[in-house]
């Protein structure tokens, strides 16, 4: 996991400590993974099944945490790390969140949201690929799929006391993480614009 700073040159694939199959990139996949077993054992819909879903998410957290220092330490640091390090958070935490919402109380529209601004940043930062650079991930960005994982939990563990007041302080998060994306809209029409200016120079 990228350290979360703004745009940043990161190193090229080529290089001989920043390849695939590095030990945080694993680490990274991992975490994908583990949306499997918390999967099934938040369908068994008890308390030992949910508290070992728990578990598992703990464990996917932990693996967030780790890949990044990993990556830093081992200067294993990469442009695929960039992305599949954000790739693997949202899919273990979208999976998580569909089957909340499919299954539990956890509000459809959120869901929605959810998935429409992951869509758009993927899309995002495919287009900063190719035009620009690999995006890192930020720390607004961070901090909301911190606290999504954190009100998934208590959605899990069903917890009325906390459910609406962790969601909506979650909500905020998630409004400021969509606007701190707005600079790298900016930046990739900046990157057309003057790509097509260049083409319209040599005609």
Sequence with gaps: MPTPHTLTESPNLSRP???WWTISNLLSFSRALLLLPILFFLHQ????????????????????????????????????????????????????????AWYRDFPLWFLILILARDFTILILGLLMTVRVKVPESNWPGKVAVTQLAIVLLVFALDIELLKWPFFWIMFVSFLVSVASYLPRVKQVFNSARSSVNEQNAML
């Design 17 to 19: 400590n920043a390849g």
């Design 45 to 100: 819909n008890t308390p030992n099944g949910n508290f070992l879903a728990v578990g598992f998410v703990v464990l996917a957290g932990a693996t967030d945490w780790l890949d990044g220092y990993l990556a830093r330490r081992l200067q294993q640091q990469s442009d695929f790390g960039r992305i599949i390090d954000p790739l693997s958070d949202k899919i273990c935490v979208g999976g998580v969140a569909i089957y909340l």
